[in-house]
């Protein structure tokens, strides 16, 4: 998931190399992405019984995580993976 920072936020810091990251610039002939935030974090699976539904299971996050990424680091294939396992955390 991502979302926009407040502009009058201080500037958020990258997890991997601990570079302050700057927002995303708008051109007119497009846009320079500066990073990209992942919120994600350790889910568990939970049933809920409902008598008109019949049981509904979803997944809740349990312990949230929050990832701020720069564009160079975002690049790195082992930033790449790192991102993902995070990602993907209900399956290991
Ligand atoms: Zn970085």
Same mark, same amino acid.
């Given at each position: 998931?991502?979302?926009?920072?407040?502009?009058?936020?201080?500037?958020?810091?990258?997890?991997?190399?601990?570079?302050?990251?700057?927002?995303?610039?708008?051109?007119?002939?497009?846009?320079? !992405?500066?990073?990209?935030?992942?919120?994600?974090?350790? !889910?568990?699976?939970?049933?809920?019984?409902?008598?008109?539904?019949?049981?509904?299971?979803?997944?809740?996050?349990?312990?949230?995580?929050?990832?701020?990424?720069?564009?160079?680091?975002?690049?790195?294939?082992?930033?790449?993976?790192?991102?993902?396992?995070?990602?993907?955390?209900?399956?290991?």
């Amino acid at each position: 998931m991502r979302r926009m920072s407040a502009t009058e936020a201080p500037s958020p810091r990258c997890h991997h190399c601990g570079a302050h990251v700057q927002p995303t610039i708008h051109t007119r002939d497009g846009y320079r !992405v500066g990073f990209y935030e992942l919120y994600t974090g350790a !889910v568990e699976e939970v049933t809920h019984s409902d008598e008109l539904d019949g049981p509904i299971t979803f997944q809740r996050l349990v312990r949230p995580e929050y990832l701020v990424t720069c564009a160079d680091c975002y690049r790195r294939p082992e930033v790449r993976e790192e991102r993902e396992k995070l990602f993907y955390t209900e399956r290991s």
